[in-house]
């Protein structure tokens, strides 16, 4: 069986009734053999002392045949008792493999999820009494879909085992080990309450081990470990909430960078608990249009005149008021419904945009989740067909750090976007890689230098030399450039000083809602030549279209 399929467990119980019912009684053979016994010994008695007396009776040979048959029944009755003693024997051991097999994992012959349970519920038990504690660490491979992927399903399962019997190797000899099904793994055992560096002693030793290679067949396999440990302490009741805390702190483990062990603490969880709030909060806010796009300016620095509008997504939320992206992106983009919020907000601004001064364009931020869509250039196509706005009024704003991660599929996305006349800015430059080779590998039409460097290029001279390095860089490569987090005019000035660039930040404006950005351009007669009759009529037909089209 390999790691990819479901394990068909044996029920425990059900095979260990299903023996016993077929084993033979040995009641039935004691009670005939006690039966024969008795009758032996009181025809025996009779027949016996009569010959000895010699007062013999007729009747007595009679009684003799009946005591050669009840020897005989006796001997069969010894020999039947015999038999079943041996089959009893053979059953018994059958029922102790029936019941390994049910509670052990057949590739690595760890105890599988059910057994880890029983098992820990005893030591708990057994700690308790003793006055100690007991840890338990969930562990997960951290690169195991990829190697899996690349090496095939056997060099896995070969993996599997030899990490099993790295973690039996480096855990206690009491330890309860169990995999609990494709490459995660728990461990359970018991620690002195007063001295829990026992337990980060064992899971450093653990996480080093599993990242030294590994020698699978011919070749050799490098992955490491991310571990989560919860522990007892007389308060947690079962044994489902231990796991799930490990299992809390081995996600966490995860997000801090892999490859480490992490204890689970009480926040972990009202993380947890608000991260699911905010998944089903967006669900249900989705469909009630409560994802809305904010727009901020975008200013060229030289003329003062603007350029167009960053795009960035707001939750209008029923209760809570303006929600910003950084509490529902992430979210969005771990629960797969990024694409869906942003389809929402790019819709709403481009229906809004296309009447507007025809020199204004929108920007709009695509996240690390969906450059691995590879249908991401297509919907957008789309979006931008079913919309009527113009492909070259819409800019890309992608991270770099987003863009390396997925080279491939990015490459693909932005030469289609690019086909199509869509423009691609570089967004957060100066925060990842800032590689050049990268920077000339793809065709980009403009740097935006992260905010971070901007508000505080007055008083870190390395911020400063930094704009003013990537700002050399653009004008080598003929990229222009725009500064992010403009927040006072200081700012704006000693940009001015370093080289025309567009810019944006709190000096300009604030991102700020429909209703404020056509006031806005109403005000500088860019909003365009419809009446907002003409523009109803126009959202009408519009609406209309889509129908059609859906
Ligand atoms: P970002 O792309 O770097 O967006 C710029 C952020 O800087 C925005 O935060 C903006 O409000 C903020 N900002 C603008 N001017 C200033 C300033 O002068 N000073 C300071 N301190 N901050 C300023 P926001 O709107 O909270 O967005 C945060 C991030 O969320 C964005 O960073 C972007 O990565 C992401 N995001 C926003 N909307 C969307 C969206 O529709 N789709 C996706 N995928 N990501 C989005
Ligand atoms: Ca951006
Ligand atoms: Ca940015």
């Given at each position: 069986m390999t790691q990819g399929e479901f394990q068909v467990e044996l029920d425990e119980d059900e095979a260990v009734k299903a023996l016993a019912e077929q084993t033979p009684r040995p009641v039935i053979t004691i009670a005939i053999g006690l039966m024969a016994i008795s009758m032996f010994a009181a025809i025996g008695g009779v027949v016996i002392a009569n010959i000895l007396n010699g007062t013999?009776?007729?009747r007595d040979p009679i009684l003799a045949i009946a005591l050669l048959l009840n020897i005989a029944l006796i001997l069969i009755g010894w020999r039947h008792h015999k038999e079943v003693t041996r089959e009893l024997a053979s059953h018994s051991e059958a029922a102790k493999r029936a019941r390994a097999l049910a509670s052990?994992?057949?590739?690595?012959g760890f105890y599988n999820r059910r057994a880890l349970n029983r098992e820990i519920q005893g030591a708990l038990a057994k700690a308790d009494q003793r006055q100690r504690a007991v840890a338990l660490f969930v562990i997960d491979l951290d690169s195991f879909k990829f190697i899996n992927d690349l090496n095939g399903h056997h060099i896995g399962d070969l993996l599997l085992k030899s990490v099993a019997s790295r973690i039996a190797d480096a855990m206690p000899n009491s330890a309860i080990n169990a995999r609990l099904g494709g490459d995660e793994f728990a461990t359970a055992f018991e620690f002195d309450l007063n001295d829990p560096s026992e337990v980060d002693d064992v899971a450093e030793m653990l996480i080093e081990r599993l990242s030294q290679p590994f020698a699978v067949e011919d070749q050799t396999v490098q992955t490491s470990a991310s571990l989560g440990i919860s522990r007892s302490d007389?308060?947690?009741?079962?044994v489902e909430t231990l796991l799930r805390r490990a299992d809390i702190a081995m996600y966490a483990a995860k997000k801090q960078g892999k490859n480490r062990a992490v204890w689970f603490d009480g926040s972990m969880e009202r993380i947890l608990e608000t991260r699911n709030r905010i998944e089903t909060g967006i669900r249900n806010g989705l469909p009630n249009g409560e994802f809305v796009p904010y727009y901020e300016k975008q200013i060229?620095?030289?003329?003062?005149q603007l350029r167009g509008f960053e795009v960035l997504a707001r939750w209008e939320h029923p209760t809570r008021g303006t929600i910003m992206p950084d509490e529902f992106i992430s979210v969005a983009e771990e629960c797969g419904l990024i694409t869906e919020l942003s389809e929402t907000v790019m819709r709403q601004a481009f229906l809004e945009a296309r009447?507007?001064?025809?020199s204004l364009t929108l920007s709009i931020n695509i996240s690390p989740a969906q450059l691995k869509d590879t249908w991401l250039a297509q919907k957008i196509i789309k979006l931008l067909t079913e919309t009527n706005?113009?492909?070259?009024?819409l800019e890309i704003e992608i991270t770099e750090t987003a863009l390396f991660d997925n080279m491939g599929v990015a490459q693909a996305i932005i030469s289609s976007l690019k086909n199509q006349g869509v423009k691609i800015a570089l967004d957060d430059?100066?925060?990842?890689?800032?590689s050049l080779s990268h920077l000339r590998a793809l065709p980009f039409d403009r740097i935006k230098i992260d905010r971070s460097f901007i508000s505080s290029i007055n008083e870190d001279g390395e911020s400063e030399a930094i704009v003013d390095a990537i700002t050399r860089l653009g004008e080598s490569l003929n990229l222009p450039i725009t500064a992010e987090g403009v927040e006072n005019d200081k700012i704006e000035r000693r940009l001015k000083k370093i080289g025309p660039m567009h810019g944006q930040g709190w000096y300009f404006g604030e991102p700020m809602p429909i209703g404020e950005a056509r006031e806005l351009l109403a005000g500088m007669d860019?909003?365009?030549?419809?009446?907002p009759e003409e523009r109803a009529e126009q959202a009408l037909r519009d609406l209309q279209k889509l129908r059609r089209s859906a």
């Open positions: 013999a009776t007729e052990r994992d057949p590739l690595t007389g308060q947690v009741e079962s060229d620095m030289l003329t003062g009447e507007w001064d025809s706005f113009p492909p070259h009024r430059f100066g925060t990842g890689y800032s860019l909003l365009g030549s419809m009446t």
